[in-house]
């Protein structure tokens, strides 16, 4: 089984930076993709990030490439999320994830993920 426990959201005026944390917990990750998604209320869940475990892979939704970082901490087992140049429009739940199987395809929709946090909300404002 494995956890992953979501912090580092909050309320963030336009323009703001904000660093979420994902801490994970009860397997090893040397073989794990893991993913950052976000929920605004009344939408689907979408993708934002993701990144092998190595870190030798990452991609982005076209909506945050450039402004969103994706990196880890092994030793922590943590993954982070920085966003920067943070728009209203990012207000939303953002979920991490894990997919305990890479087979070397880039990852974008939640059916293929097989863990998931509590979420943490970030609110960014006008």
């Known amino acids: 089984q494995v956890q992953l426990v979501e912090s580092g959201g909050g309320l963030v005026q336009a323009g703001g930076s904000l660093r979420l944390s994902c801490a994970a917990s009860?397997?090893?990750?040397?073989?794990?993709?893991m993913g950052w998604f976000r929920q605004a209320p009344g939408t689907e869940r979408e993708f934002v990030a993701a990144s092998t475990w190595s870190g030798g892979r990452t991609w982005y939704a076209d909506s945050v490439k450039g402004r969103f970082t994706i990196s880890r901490d092994n030793a922590k087992n943590t993954v982070y999320l920085q966003m920067n140049s943070l728009k209203p429009e990012d207000t939303a739940v953002y979920y991490c994830a894990a997919r305990t199987r890479n087979s070397g395809r880039y990852y974008y929709t939640q059916n293929e993920y097989d863990y998931w946090g509590q979420g943490t909300q970030v609110t960014v404002s006008s």
């Open positions: 009860g397997r090893t990750f040397s073989s794990y993709v």
